[in-house]
């Protein structure tokens, strides 16, 4: 039986199939904006997989995201307590962008006369202030009828503690008004804090129609096809889902495909014996990187779309990977500034034209140009004759003239200027969370991870770059091998040492109720579900949280067995612990993974004694400005066991692999390539 | 030095130093235990060379553009580059020498020695979360000299060659309520120093000194040079414009504020002459705070992007008559310095409006409305105290309507506190946060003010707070109307009294008491006849503006019984 993952990105749509025998198919094949479906269907008919042969698809989509960017979700409306309309445009009140007095802050996605109060009111700790009046809601429904809305949220203050009134309201809008869209808060999020809340509740239902006719339209399109086998979407918080389940909640479902990425670099981890990863993707446009503790990675729910230094972005409090992204990829275009500085991105020359080196008419030099010039690159894996001196000349003209220096100087430079932008972002992950990078390996994936990352490890002092086989297409490979997930969090503030066991498990217990009644609506039987607990915790007086695991029954002293694990904790993210400060609870969080059935993975022929043998020869320059003779091995030719001192280069069809001299590679039993990086490997003391 | 460096090495030495003060930042909000420090980003971080020059900042507020440089000169000016040695600390909050602000905000000055060579200094200064003072939170409304504000440090050595001094730890502990806390800000502005330290010690060993020495030239070169570059797109000539500034602080009225601003191709002049003088309330500034101020309008007008740095500030002039509100010398208080240093940017701003329309923005709400609520929480019997800034109506610009609701122009990176974290910590519950509907009308609008309700939950509490621009609102520009007032309103739960004020001063309250802020809305730009139609009409469709203000401030007119457009009536108003 067979089980296929498709990643649907802004050129290509990735396909990665494992078939009963364990073998591994990669394609990719166009995207197809705006009907992305067709691409995803034609990359499975091009994979000549039998249809009936399908047991499990797998899929990660940019549809949600692309309808909040390019702002063509529905027309939208939100009903809140009275007093609070403005909550949404009010927003934070941050100007990031400190100096700019023309500075204009996010607008909403629900213009004001389309945000309408109810009278109801209930305290910060649940009480009801004031009841819900039922005939506001009543009225709200029949004004947003007149104005043609198609989706509604509904978001009430402190409804984190007690959803009574907001459930109420919903139930009154799903009555009077049985086909319009319409979620509520509670529904996405149990969190604090009322801006990020509404925000969350309302970037739902604004895509809540797009992404149920998208869904709708996919799976009818594989039926068509003969594909009756289950079907799952990836969602930002690492797991999966069933189409059904995600038309209700398609906001967890904005980073699909980026995220797989980080969690098939846990995955492979996970396979080769290392818990300590840097999972490090560079595409065309952007690098993300995300760091794996033990193995885990870090879910955070203060994601923000749109979010650069200088604009504050959209909230979307659900549970997503932690990632950062610069934008730095081969893309990138490289400019001298106005004060003679060489900088490279974030402005990229996407697809079309793309870099100089695709010969569509572009004439700004990118990373990729430089990696030609440099002898990084091939050309001859392009799908376009590259007309290397069309690209010396861009950059001789943009980059070399404007600094006095020599076109190839040039060229390295610009390598040196993405790698060090690159260095920073994984400092962000890591050094400045408190992380060393010494005792973590990095998997380089995405078209140009492999290209970059034994730089990046070497600068970064990570001592161990594994470039994963399928690295092009490793988000696709990551969902193939994804479980499914989801993640209740409810903000409920109490201490940690002095509140009764029976208090938290009641929380607890509710959250598993809920959990139990989605996982089985996954279809999945109670033997096949597993829980995780964590409790987000902060000394009394703070703000911060870290999240500590734990158990989902507690006893009596479950609570003051935590304390020194929050100490511990603390300490590591925060440099400090404050004994003896009361330490409180904030969020409850219950993770309820449905563990699918892993497929084995092939591996490839072992090395004999045979020789390998390079298939060519290119000369590259290196940093220290010499140009090296450097042998191109190309990757099928690998076996397992084989190793080779750098510089070298490895060539597929989709990437290729840099090692610099003084570092080492080895292909291991699955053909990953294992660069030493030459940094000494730095064993974690905690 | 013989050889030039090439480019690329300059920039990564240049890059490499910015991160060392990035990384400073980052650890100091990491490592602190005040919430000032790493929720409201009340601090800087910098670096500079031998001679006090800034080489690069990090700020979450720009209210420190000048604490880095100010702060290392002073420590040079007092002890001399032949007295410091390794191992040395300084700490200052002195607001009359470099430190310039209020004392709740203490710098750490950290001399940097390189093969026994004294290179650079790592500076950082944050707010405090206490350093003693009149009331809890160490600022109050009502001082009327600085000693009522706290403990001064007067840049003093408490590391000296590596040895802390004991006793001035004994003395900052014993004159706070919250020794701990303070001693804690403390240690975690140290810790940062000496990351940085480490980190600029690496560069200087990867680089070599003289490597290093060069890019730090390079870097305030290449400030002044992009100084000139941007100088030269300004209008040259001198501009003038006054203003008012209103606390009512210990019942000070209207003082006046002047300045002439005089641009050359090299030169950035601010001259505050005829501003009134220092007065015996908490709204005055050193003329180190003014000179944070001037920074802060300079780097607004003349590039907003630019990496900061000395050489980049060069071309800044600021003259202060000797005892003007703008340069107050000891005793004058200066607890609530961020009011003069608003007035003395925006000023600067009217000014310029009119010659850089682009650039500028119509006068927003300009005060930070600094407030606390405290008391001894009936639950607890423990003291509970909000202490918060609240946002207001921005301006609007050439080709923008104003925004509504965002922070003054002292702070940045500074949220508001949600309503539900607010409920949870203090006994007060929020009644409505909302637009407040006044603003400058114009072709593009004034960006509303925000109205905040609290009701007090608890048998007692105290209200402190300050608001500036009470009679006197917002500017508008090129033809818009001025925007509307800062105020905040106490409501007796008895219904005695509504009581509005811009200054409160431990006010007591009780249990059903309302206080209301109102911010202001921002200034208008441009004649509101050309308002295009349809934006008026969906300012009334979202409730932004009345049908009555359309009609008077827009020529708008919409019949009454139909409730459509009266298209020749608002022919013939907007002619």
Sequence with gaps: MTRVATDIGGTFTDLVALDGNGKLITLKSHTTPPNFENGVLNVIEESGLPANEIEMFLHGTTTIINALTERSGAKTALITTKGFRDILEIARCNRPDLFNLVFAKPRPFVPRYLRLEVTERVATDGSIVTELVEDDVLQCVEALKKEGVESIAICFINSYINDKHEMRALEIVKAAWPEVFVTASAEVTREWREYERTSTVVLNSYVMPIASSYLDRLDAGLQADGIFGRKYVMQSNGGSTTFELARRTPINLLESGPVAGVLGSAILGGMIGEENIISMDIGGTTAKCSLIDKGQANITTEYRIERTERYAGYPVMVPVIDIVEIGNGGGSIAHVDAA????????????????????????????????????????????????????RAAIEEKIAKPLGISCEQ??????????SNMVNALKLISVRRGYDPREFVMVAHGGGGPMHSAALARDLMAHRVIVPNSAAVFSAWGMLMTDIRHDWIRTHICPLETTPAAEINAIWSELKTKADERMHAEGLGDNEIQYQAVVDMRYQGQEHTVPVMTVDNWEDDTGLGLVESFHQRHEHFYTFRLDGTPVEIVNFHLIALGILDKPELAKIPVLEGEEITPIGERKVLYEDGIWRDTPVYFRPDLKAGFSAAGPLLVDEKTATTVVLPGQELMVDEYGNLIIETGVKRHESSK | MTKKLDPFTRENISQSLLAAADEMFYTWGRTSQSTIIYEVLDYACGLTDAEGHLIGQANGATMFLGAITFSAKAVLEKFGKENLKPGDMFLTNDPYTGSGTHLCDVAAVLPIFYEGELVMFAVNKGHWNEIGGTNLGSWATDTKEIFQEGLILPDIRIYDGGVFNESVKDIIAANCRTPEMTLGDLYAQTAALKTAESRILEIFDKYGRDNVIESLEYILDNGRKLALLELQKMPKGTFYAEDILDTNSNNVEDIPIKVKVTITDDTFELDYTGTGDAVFAPINCSYYGALSGARIVYQALVSPHTAANDGFYSPIKVIAPENCLFNAKKPYPVSCDWEPIQILTDVVLKAMAPAMPERVAAGHFLSIVGTIIGGIDDKTGSPFVLSEPQAGGWGAGYNKDGENGLVAICDGETYVIPVEVCEFRYPLRVEQFAFNPVSGAGEYRGGKGLIRDYRVLNSNAELTTMASRYKYPPWGFAGGKDGSPNAVTLFKADGSSAETRATWSHEPMVEGDLVRFITGGGGGYGDPLKRPVESVLRDIRDEMITIEEARQDYGVVIDEESGELDEEATRLARQ
């Design chain 1, 410 to 419: 040039a060229a390295l430079d610009i390598i040196r200027v993405a790698e």
């Design chain 1, 340 to 391: 003679g500085s060489l900088r490279v991105g974030p402005n990229s020359a996407g697809a079309k034209p793309g870099p100089v080196a695709y010969g569509l008419g572009g004439t700004e030099p990118t990373t990729t140009d430089a990696c030609l010039v440099t002898g990084r690159l091939s050309g001859e894996y392009f799908d376009n004759p590259v007309d290397l001196d069309l690209i």
